[in-house]
């Protein structure tokens, strides 16, 4: 963005000194948006999940209800963060608004959790999933090596570190190129659903309810299977700093990003009850690849191939949110310095894309983040309620503050009974002792919240290790675009 000189020897600046201010480009426009939003979302949770939505609701009308359910939730979600947008004209999503309406201790907390667990094991977990499906074509008739799956899922993860620490334009491009991949893939099991309805197939949406589970806990649950199929309806909030025109593109691409994945999703759920009984359905390990040897015959092999698509593109979407809150908490104090940093010719936050993507691998090699995935689920919808909450204390408290967009107030009430709904119901239908660690996790981030942000304690060999990876990373202090 700006020019450069060199700097004087042992100047505080680093390896140069910007004469204009270094900021992160804008160059997420309303296609790239929605990309971003529907690439991430639409991942590999479509093609696996909803055997486990069906297994907990009992029926197939009670899974079509779940899944229209989770993408009006996820709508009411979005609608809400759409307006925090235009209020906080600032990257980093969650953190960012906690941070503005709560103060630093529950900021700091949400960045410690998503920072350090949440973020790398959800890139972690996904590439993992992209690196089966690619291994498996390979290993016919058997399951494919664990040494051969995890050197793929390190490859994607080195490879998508590499292309988001090169550039913004090309990581949106790469999204534009596998969101077209995924839509087509979703679209051939939704023709395909059609067809086989058309040829009266129509037996698993006789008695639709028959069996479907009520338990409070059950449906909860049921859920978090289907949501974890739409997360990343909010990573455009991570970005805002890097979106043209926020004020009109951010709740632009949600409205449109959101519903066409719900419409799909509900299109590809009833293609699956149309070709597969639900007994199948529950026995398959896979959902597509059943639905693919059965309706594709000879060419099920694109089931895997998308699968693999639509995975590696959802995490090249949630390790492009997600280096940012690493960015954006270190640039606000609660993470060290240099991860606050651009680089000055990219102009990427490149240390925390490379902190994250060391944070992911580390998590691939070790193998043990399925549990932390499944367990740090439900605390994803504590924050989520909190940040709501701030949303709705800025309606009723400060009316008066400029904004582009108003979303009904009814709509963040709902989402936030709703989210109260997901946390408890759980726990007290199914209680477990792995929520009291998860909880114990969190609170555990206040033993580093007192010396090194409340307190600022910097030792001097961490300041002396920043001027170097400052050096050797060429990276410079960044300054808000707010714009």
């Known amino acids: 963005m700006g020019k450069e000189k060199p700097s004087r020897p042992g100047s505080p600046a680093g390896a140069n000194e910007v004469t204009e ?3 992160l480009k804008r160059e997420i426009g309303l296609t790239s948006a929605v990309s971003l939003i529907a690439g991430t979302m639409i991942g590999s949770g479509i093609f696996m999940s909803p055997e486990w939505v069906l297994r907990h609701m009992g029926s197939p009308g009670g899974s079509l209800v779940v899944w229209a359910a989770c993408g009006l939730l996820a709508t009411f979600g979005a609608l809400s963060y759409a307006e925090l947008g235009t209020l906080i004209k600032e990257s980093g999503g969650d953190y960012i608004y906690i941070l503005r309406n709560f103060g630093s201790l529950p900021a700091f907390l949400f960045a410690f959790t998503s920072v350090v667990v949440v973020r790398p094991a959800s890139v972690a977990a996904v590439s993992l999933s992209f690196a089966e499906y690619t291994v498996a074509p390979f290993y016919p008739g058997c399951s494919s090596p664990e040494v051969a799956v995890k050197c793929t ?6 490879l998508l570190t ?3 620490c090169l550039s913004v334009r090309l990581a949106t491009s790469v999204m534009n190129l596998f969101m077209a991949a995924k839509l087509l893939a979703l679209l051939v099991i939704g023709v ?3 067809v086989v309805l058309t040829q009266g197939q129509t037996q698993s949406f006789q008695n639709a309810f028959h069996n479907t589970k009520t338990g409070a806990g059950v449906i ?12 990343g309806w909010n990573n455009l909030n991570y970005v805002t700093e890097e979106i043209k025109k926020p004020e009109v593109n951010l709740p632009r691409a949600m409205l449109i990003a959101i519903p066409l994945v719900t419409c799909f999703y509900l299109l590809v759920n009833v293609s699956y009850f149309a070709a597969i009984t639900p007994a199948e359905l529950l026995s398959s390990g896979a959902v597509a690849i059943t639905w693919g040897n059965k309706i594709l015959g000879h060419w099920a092999w694109l089931m895997s191939l998308s699968v693999a698509l639509s995975s590696f593109g959802s995490a090249n979407g ?3 949110s997600g280096g940012r809150v690493c960015y954006i908490a270190a640039r606000e104090g609660h993470m060290p310095d240099i991860l606050s940093m651009a680089h000055i010719r990219c102009l990427t936050p490149s240390p925390a894309l490379i902190f994250t993507s060391v944070v992911s691998l580390i998590m691939v090699v070790s193998g043990n983040f399925s549990q932390i995935v499944n367990l740090f689920s439900f605390t994803a919808w504590i924050f989520y309620g909190i940040t709501v909450t701030g949303l709705l204390y800025l309606k009723i408290k400060k009316p008066e503050l400029p904004r582009s967009y108003k979303v009904p107030i009814l709509i963040p009430v709902v989402f936030l009974l709703t989210s109260v709904y997901l946390v408890l119901a759980p726990i007290i239908d199914q209680p477990q002792i792995e929520f009291l660690y998860v909880i114990l996790f969190i609170f555990s981030g206040v033993v580093f919240y007192f010396p090194f942000v409340h307190y600022k304690c910097h030792p001097t060999c961490l300041r002396r290790l920043t001027l170097h990876l400052q050096l050797l990373l060429e990276v410079a202090p960044t300054e808000r675009d707010m714009n």
């Open 21 to 23: 201010a270094l900021k």
């Open 318 to 320: 949630t390790f492009f």
């Open 162 to 164: 590499l292309v988001n």
């Open 153 to 158: 899922a390190v490859c994607c993860i080195l």
């Open 192 to 194: 395909g659903g059609v």
């Open 220 to 231: 909860g649950i049921a859920f978090y299977q289907g949501l974890w199929s739409f997360d």
